[in-house]
């Protein structure tokens, strides 16, 4: 039986990137989006065929879910539930940035309410739902141990930030207040699971290659080249995808509550 990964936004750009991770290592998928239902599908069929390649045989399953509202995230977990039958891997990537870049003074409530419902009540509700299911799964798992039962790890629980969690840019405040209040949900989470033998991490990436970042590519070519990154590439999806993985196999198994910082050392002070 195949480890169960539900990574949310999991149909484009980082998400993408995390779910070609978990199938190369042999994951099965329940891959989360909000509307683009053909950009999921290709995702899934990707990741079928990749872990095919590398000898396993996984399911990838799309499911639409706005994370925002509470009836859908419940559908979510009872999707995971019926689909897959477990859950070993929580991914919290699902985010949006503002709709316009609006200077500090200007934006507006509703622009701030979509931002912070998405990218972070969203995340906290969706992990309690499946923190709840991991903890009488884990349970279930140990009653079930013995020479004939599959023997599983315990699982784990990740949320995607970003360095706007605390870098500052005034023409985004509600994404930069919404990347640090998520931030915060992986001691939270890390401290009230680690009883129950669920480890909880934070990937911080970068300046990564995505549809999001695609408008203000000329500026961030320049600074890159200016090296504010000390290693001066944009981070690909691949990049956090590989440090995904890396928990998902079970590298940190004395570590909870830990930033990885995947962003070509931009959170290095430098003189």
């Given at each position: 039986?195949?480890?169960?990964?539900?990574?949310t936004?999991?149909?484009?750009?980082?998400g993408?990137g995390?779910?070609?991770?978990?199938?190369?290592?042999?994951?099965?998928?329940?891959?989360?989006?909000?509307?683009n239902a053909?950009?999921?599908q290709?995702?899934?069929?990707?990741?079928v065929?990749?872990?095919?390649?590398?000898?396993?045989?996984?399911?990838?399953?799309?499911c639409?879910?706005?994370?925002?509202?509470?009836?859908a995230?419940?559908?979510?977990?009872?999707?995971?539930?019926?689909?897959?039958?477990?859950?070993?891997?929580?991914?919290?990537?699902?985010?949006?940035?503002p709709?316009?870049?609006?200077?500090?003074?200007?934006?507006g409530?509703?622009s701030?309410?979509r931002?912070?419902?998405?990218?972070?009540?969203?995340?906290?509700?969706?992990?309690q739902?499946a923190?709840?299911?991991?903890?009488?799964?884990?349970?279930?798992d140990?009653?079930?141990?013995?020479?004939?039962a599959?023997?599983?790890?315990?699982?784990?629980?990740?949320?995607?930030?970003?360095?706007?969690?605390?870098?500052?840019?005034?023409?985004?405040?509600?994404?930069?207040?919404a990347?640090?209040a998520?931030?915060?949900?992986?001691?939270?989470?890390?401290?009230r699971?680690?009883?129950?033998?669920?480890?909880?991490y934070?990937?911080?990436?970068?300046?990564?290659a995505?549809?999001?970042?695609?408008?203000?590519?000329?500026?961030?070519?320049?600074?890159?080249?200016?090296?504010?990154t000390?290693i001066?590439?944009?981070?690909?999806p691949?990049?956090?995808?590989?440090?995904?993985?890396a928990?998902?196999?079970g590298?940190?198994?004395?570590?909870?509550?830990?930033v990885l910082?995947?962003?070509?050392g931009?959170?290095?002070?430098?003189?």
């Amino acid at each position: 039986m195949n480890r169960v990964a539900l990574i949310t936004g999991g149909s484009r750009g980082i998400g993408r990137g995390i779910a070609l991770a978990l199938a190369r290592a042999g994951h099965d998928l329940v891959i989360n989006y909000a509307r683009n239902a053909e950009a999921a599908q290709k995702t899934a069929a990707d990741c079928v065929a990749l872990a095919a390649a590398g000898g396993h045989t996984i399911r990838a399953r799309p499911c639409p879910s706005d994370i925002a509202d509470p009836a859908a995230r419940q559908r979510l977990i009872d999707f995971a539930r019926t689909e897959c039958g477990r859950l070993d891997l929580l991914v919290n990537n699902a985010g949006v940035a503002p709709e316009v870049r609006a200077d500090l003074l200007e934006s507006g409530e509703a622009s701030f309410d979509r931002v912070l419902a998405i990218n972070v009540k969203g995340p906290f509700f969706l992990t309690q739902l499946a923190a709840r299911w991991m903890i009488e799964q884990a349970r279930a798992d140990a009653e079930a141990s013995g020479p004939d039962a599959p023997a599983f790890a315990p699982p784990q629980i990740v949320f995607i930030s970003s360095i706007s969690a605390y870098t500052a840019s005034s023409n985004r405040g509600e994404y930069c207040v919404a990347k640090a209040a998520l931030s915060m949900l992986t001691p939270l989470f890390a401290a009230r699971l680690a009883e129950h033998g669920i480890n909880v991490y934070e990937i911080r990436p970068g300046i990564i290659a995505t549809d999001m970042t695609a408008p203000v590519k000329a500026k961030y070519d320049a600074l890159i080249a200016e090296g504010v990154t000390p290693i001066r590439r944009w981070g690909s999806p691949g990049d956090v995808g590989r440090a995904v993985a890396a928990i998902a196999e079970g590298a940190f198994p004395f570590s909870t509550g830990e930033v990885l910082n995947v962003d070509g050392g931009f959170h290095l002070r430098r003189l």
